[in-house]
């Protein structure tokens, strides 16, 4: 199983965070807290637009001929909100990328299968979802398109 982790990225943000409260509150006008202020917003800035949250690989379905992957991932948020799921479909051994076929939270008991080799099925007890492709196209190396069916099997809709 392939972790992702941004731990230093995520404590790096609250100790910006917690120097901008800091210098923010201070009533001082000399020049040196204006800098540092300044400094502070831009690498906080940079931080929120440019790292991205974590993925936690939670489980790896290899397709029955082994050239495709379907991958369930969960997103790390900074944010006191439900913990985002996504499944991609990716060539074997690849790290989830692009666009997912599958995106939801409040998740229980999800599962990834093969029907065959051009075939996967996600089985979802319960959640919200907000995103089901039926389909997913990946690029080969050698220019032709391949195309996998999606199956969604979701027994409760939050």
Request: charged letters at 25%; proline letters at 6%.
């Amino acid at each position: 199983m392939t972790r992702i982790s941004l731990v230093p990225q995520t404590l790096r943000f609250w100790l910006v965070s917690l120097l901008l409260l800091v210098v923010c509150s201070c009533s001082s006008k000399d020049k040196v807290y204006h800098k540092i202020t300044a400094e502070g917003e831009a690498e906080l800035l940079r931080l929120t637009l440019s790292d991205p949250m974590p993925l936690h690989e939670k489980d790896r379905v290899s397709s029955p001929d082994s050239l495709w992957d379907a991958i369930i991932v969960e997103k790390g948020t900074h944010a006191t909100v439900p913990t985002p799921t996504e499944v991609y479909i990716v060539q074997a051994g690849e790290a989830p990328e692009g666009e997912p076929v599958f995106r939801g939270d409040h998740l229980s008991n999800i599962s990834l299968s093969w029907a065959d080799e051009e075939t996967v099925n996600v089985v979802v007890y319960s959640a919200r979802s907000f995103l089901e492709k039926d389909t997913v196209s990946i690029s080969l190396p050698d220019g032709r398109i391949k195309s996998i069916a999606v199956n969604f099997q979701i027994t409760k809709r939050k």
